[in-house]
């Protein structure tokens, strides 16, 4: 049923632009302070309080539109933008509107469907294009749940007036893990940059969506829904799914599709009317009379450009490229800006690029996650793990020891060879103490000998693993099986 149809998605995305003070006044942005305690007349909205523009704003718009191949307009304009809502104390939204900020921008970035255990299928470098990325205020915030009366709205304008940059897609996603990619991407480009830390659970990235189903080769779109507030990855993937297969369901039951707001219930796994077309808003846009023309001059424009870092896209190929790590590993050492120069301090000074991946990936990461510690914070420091990685390329310890080895680094904040000598020495790789506990592994075990002299062969590693636990781990594995193969032969 799916294949008759083709699905068409587009994204709003607005970011929280990383100030320390809100986009038309002072007032801390600070997440998870005192309902209302930072508020002055201007974010309140009073009565003759007057906006002036927060100049650092500006910057960081300009470095992420620069970062998403946007044209920044030389002057744009802030608009009202009319509603009323109890969150919205001035009963307007100092927004832009026909001027923003900048506009066609594009992003190429690797996607690929996913199949039932949601792993990537086929990955492919698709252009997405971006309509305009555009400045506002956020409102502030209605609480309900938690409140001491139940049966009564409250209200915090902490948030009223938190600069946002709006970012609209092109309706150019044709799959939910199209949108699902696109949407990582912009988290990680944002957060790369320093303009957004692209927490979703305190709503400094939040995602709308528009989509709309329409029969392949159709060239008008259908109609289109739109669905609000998708606070995680996951729930904009789900939503967006369900939404597809309920917009396929009403047209092949002989229905139209309604165009209309909807909300995703993640308890129900269901979507929900919100508001029809009937209902929604005209927002009597017009310019803001209180703040003049943004005009933005080239030097500002030059000056972000050259702060702009190497961008996660270009830095995943070039460790494909430079380190030969696989499409897989590079991703995952790339999520982050600090998860990438912590590999990459990590892999230059061991000289052992793989390793360094393996290490950090799979041993480093298990450690980071059991204590909930992340790669600004991580106790083993890039060159404490190269030096650990280069005792084990020169024999020193066992890649199993040094498993060991990284626990203990990491709960003692101390170095490899601190622990190594601790622990009782180093690596055994002396021929001649290896062949004294393999001829004890083999005296204790006469019945798997004649096994063994018997033709059955695969016994060879019981008696690795029993040398093993005669030298305590430290026997060097490549010379117990050399020992222990001349020596049962004979
Ligand atoms: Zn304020």
């Not at 792993?119 to 252009?127: D, I, L, Q, S």
């Not at 044709?174 to 912009?186: F, G, H, I, K, T």
């Not at 939503?239 to 309920?246: G, K, P, S």
């Given at each position: 049923m799916r294949d008759k149809y083709e699905t068409v998605i587009g994204l709003e995305i607005h970011a929280q632009l990383n100030t320390e003070s809100k986009i038309f006044c002072g007032c801390s942005t600070r997440f998870g302070d005192e309902a209302n305690s930072n508020v002055c007349p201007v974010c309140l909205g009073l009565p003759g309080a007057l906006p002036v523009l927060n100049r650092r704003v500006v910057e960081l718009a300009a470095r992420a539109a620069l970062a998403l191949n946007l044209n920044i307009n030389s002057r744009s304009i802030f608009s009202r933008k009319n509603y009323f809502y109890p969150d919205l104390p001035k009963g307007y939204q100092i927004s832009q509107y026909d001027r923003p900020f900048s506009e066609?921008?594009?992003?190429?970035?690797?996607?690929?469907?996913?199949?039932?255990?949601g792993?990537?299928?086929?990955?492919?470098?698709?252009?997405?294009?971006i309509t305009r990325l555009h400045l506002e205020e956020d409102a502030g915030k209605s609480l309900h749940e938690g409140m001491p009366d139940p049966t009564r709205s409250y209200v915090d304008l902490n948030r009223s007036g938190v600069p946002l940059a709006e970012i609209v897609s092109?309706?150019?996603?044709?799959?939910?893990?199209?949108?699902?990619?696109?949407?990582?991407?912009?988290?990680?480009?944002?957060?790369?940059?320093?303009?957004c830390d692209g927490n979703m659970e305190e709503g400094s990235l939040r995602c709308d969506a528009n989509v709309s189903v329409r029969l392949r080769g159709a060239n008008e779109f259908g109609t289109r829904v739109e669905l609000k507030n998708l606070n995680s990855f996951?729930?904009?993937?789900?939503?967006?799914?369900?939404?597809?297969?309920?917009?396929?369901a009403t047209i092949e039951a002989g229905g139209k599709v309604v165009q209309e707001t909807r909300l995703w219930n993640e308890h129900e796994s269901k979507t929900y009317s919100m508001r029809s077309k009937e209902e929604a808003h005209d927002y009597r846009y017009f310019p803001e009379p209180d703040l003049p023309p943004l005009v933005i001059d080239d030097e500002l424009i030059e000056k972000q450009r050259a702060e702009l870092p190497e961008l996660s896209e270009a830095r995943r190929r070039r460790f494909i490229d430079e380190y030969g790590l696989s499409l897989d590993d590079a991703s995952q050492l790339t999520d982050s800006r600090e998860t990438a120069e912590y590999f990459e301090a990590t892999a230059r000074t061991s000289g052992n690029a793989k390793a360094s991946a393996n290490w950090i990936l799979n041993e480093l990461v298990r450690e980071m996650k059991s204590s909930a510690t992340d790669f600004s914070s991580v106790p083993v420091s890039p060159e404490a793990l190269a030096a650990m990685?280069?005792?084990i390329d020169s024999g020193g310890i066992s890649g199993k020891m040094a498993k060991d080895v990284l626990v203990r680094m990491y709960q003692t904040g101390r170095t490899a060879e601190e622990i190594v000598s601790e622990m009782g020495g180093s690596q055994v790789s002396d021929e001649a103490a290896i062949r004294a506990f393999v001829d004890r592994a083999i005296a204790a075990n006469p019945k798997q000998l004649e096994q063994y002299r018997a033709g059955k062969t695969s016994l060879v590693g019981f008696f690795v693993g029993q040398v093993m636990k005669l030298s305590s781990g430290r026997a060097n594995p490549q010379v117990v099986n050399d020992v222990l193969k001349k020596a049962l032969e004979s």
């Open positions: 066609h921008g594009w992003v190429e970035i690797p996607t690929s469907e996913r199949d039932e255990l792993h990537a299928t086929e990955w492919r470098t698709k252009k997405f294009c092109e309706p150019d996603f044709r799959s939910s893990w199209e949108a699902y990619d696109y949407m990582q991407y912009l988290r990680r480009t944002l957060s790369y940059i320093g303009v996951r729930f904009l993937q789900k939503a967006l799914e369900y939404e597809i297969d309920r917009q396929i990685i280069k005792m």
